[in-house]
């Protein structure tokens, strides 16, 4: 099983649409959990972390749920904008911290 | 200049060369990775510095050998690389090893021919 899966998509969603990324992990004791956005031919920028009890930003929700290791990722009202590629990133701890990237989600938003 | 810069943006080399790849950040964090991105697969992360020592290798080949002088700057130096090396290489720094958020540049897109 691999440490971090993502549905690579591509999601096709029209503008205004609610679309759901979910991303599993393997390790159990994995410690912090990150959804980052890059654009094409860019970057990747920390979109939000994930905490245990849910948490929103705007029009995102990020949901963890540690009994069935996953994370979520909502996004309501898409906008033409939110067309990227989606990263699931998760500490998996250990003495040194232990980074680890999802391949990653395409969402294209069109009009 | 803010944030973390790359240079060179490009690099083509043959597998015989020796070059080096720069990474300068601006944000006064301690802590610096180096990570590859090639199509397809996750992002990989190969070596994390912290103050100028590193913490970690993910056994990473030894054809890529990373210094870095000042909790500043960042260098990955390259030598008889392979064509399965040819991906995009993205530094990054944070404030502590591992702590988010973790600024990327824009990367160098590296061809092994």
């Known amino acids: 099983r691999k440490e971090v899966e993502q549905d690579p998509g591509p999601f096709n969603v029209p503008e205004g649409a609610t679309v759901a990324f979910n991303c599993t992990y393997s390790?159990?004791?994995?410690?912090?959990f990150f959804w980052y956005r890059q654009d094409c031919r860019k970057e990747p920028k920390l979109l939000m972390s994930?905490?245990?009890s849910g948490n929103e930003d705007g029009r995102f929700t990020a949901q963890l749920n540690r009994a069935s290791q996953y994370i979520s990722l909502l996004i309501r009202d898409s906008k033409l904008s939110d067309s990227a590629t989606y990263l699931c990133?998760?500490?998996?701890?250990?003495?040194?911290?232990?980074?680890?990237f999802g391949k990653g989600t395409k969402l294209s938003v069109k009009p | 200049e803010t944030g973390v810069t790359q240079t060179p943006r490009h690099l083509v080399m043959g597998m015989t060369n020796k070059k080096s790849l720069k990474c300068e950040q601006h944000?006064?964090?301690?802590?610096m990775y180096w990570y590859k991105q090639s199509a397809k697969k996750p992002l990989e992360l190969m070596f994390v510095y912290s103050l100028e020592e590193r913490v970690e290798n993910n056994s990473v080949p030894s054809r890529f050998s990373p210094e870095c002088p000042n909790s500043s700057h960042l260098f990955l130096h390259l030598h008889t690389l392979q064509p399965e090396d040819s991906a995009l290489y993205l530094c990054a720094s944070s404030q502590e090893p591992y702590s988010q958020p973790q600024h990327f540049g824009d990367g160098t897109r590296l061809s092994i021919l």
């Open positions: 990133v998760v500490n998996m701890g250990g003495s040194q911290g232990n980074l680890i």
């Open positions: 994930v905490y245990s």
């Open positions: 390790n159990s004791a994995s410690q912090s």
């Open positions: 944000l006064g964090h301690n802590a």
